[in-house]
């Protein structure tokens, strides 16, 4: 596509449900990013693949988060139990470079998430 | 490590007026500067980056910055506010050496009234 795409858009989840959420990156981008962002804050970094190979997760705020890229292409970024403090909207990013950032970073719409 | 202040979480003009939203950044390294919009219910929008070379750079609908290194500012102005300007506004800072990830502000929501 045109574009980064997340899916869904919008979910709401009962405390203790298990969610994923998916990222259709720019075709060809190497680079893809997660971020976190509450209500009024800006993002906050989860983490990173650079193709199929996960980077950096440092940002993953515990072990109930879980993220994927296995052919390098579409991610997917799983919560497990979610809990009320995981309500945000999840942000993923693409960029056609590899390590560094002097290449632009582009975003999708981001997937709103509201636990109950 | 970096980090990014934006100072005012709300910033008011009048249509017309010159638009001025700070940053203050910490970096350890040289850094790569940039500032991002975001419009209700989008993705964010890269407005304009500084990465190396002329401190003053412009960016998409007339906005620029200026990286100043003895300050620690990366300050985004406009000469004269459009009411299509309002929006939420982001400054991010990485490193400009090997594998960084972007560190965001907390964002200055931008109100122009007529």
């Known amino acids: 596509g045109a574009g980064v795409s997340q899916s869904p858009r919008y979910k709401v989840a009962k405390r203790g449900q298990d969610v994923a959420l998916r990222c259709d990156p720019i075709?060809?981008?190497?680079?893809l990013f997660w971020y976190q962002q509450a209500l009024g804050q800006g993002p906050e970094f989860l983490t990173y693949?650079?193709?199929?190979?996960?980077?950096?997760k440092s940002g993953l705020p515990s072990d109930r988060f879980f993220a994927e890229r296995p052919e390098g292409s579409v991610s997917t970024l799983k919560i497990q139990r979610t809990q009320q403090e995981d309500s945000a909207v999840y942000l993923c990013?693409?960029?056609?470079?590899?390590?560094?950032?002097?290449?632009?970073?582009?975003f999708g719409e981001g997937s709103r998430l509201t636990v109950l | 490590a970096q980090s990014v202040t934006q100072l005012g979480s709300h910033v008011s003009v009048s249509e017309g007026a010159l638009v001025l939203l700070r940053c203050n950044y910490s970096?350890?390294?040289?850094?790569?500067l940039f500032w991002y919009v975001q419009y209700p219910n989008q993705g964010l929008q890269l407005l304009l980056k500084?990465?190396?070379?002329?401190?003053l750079v412009k960016g998409i609908n007339g906005f620029e910055a200026e990286f100043k290194k003895s300050e620690t500012s990366f300050h985004l102005t406009k000469p004269s506010a459009h009411m299509s300007d309002a929006a939420e506004y982001f400054c991010?800072?990485?490193?400009?050496?090997?594998?960084?990830?972007?560190?965001f502000g907390k964002g200055t929501m931008l109100l122009v009234s007529p």
């Open positions: 693949f650079q193709n199929e190979a996960q980077l950096d």
């Open positions: 990013a693409s960029s056609s470079s590899g390590q560094g950032l002097g290449g632009e970073l582009f």
């Open positions: 500084y990465t190396t070379g002329a401190t």
């Open positions: 991010a800072v990485s490193a400009n050496s090997g594998y960084s990830t972007l560190t």
């Open positions: 075709s060809g981008h190497v680079s």
């Open positions: 970096s350890s390294v040289p850094p790569y």
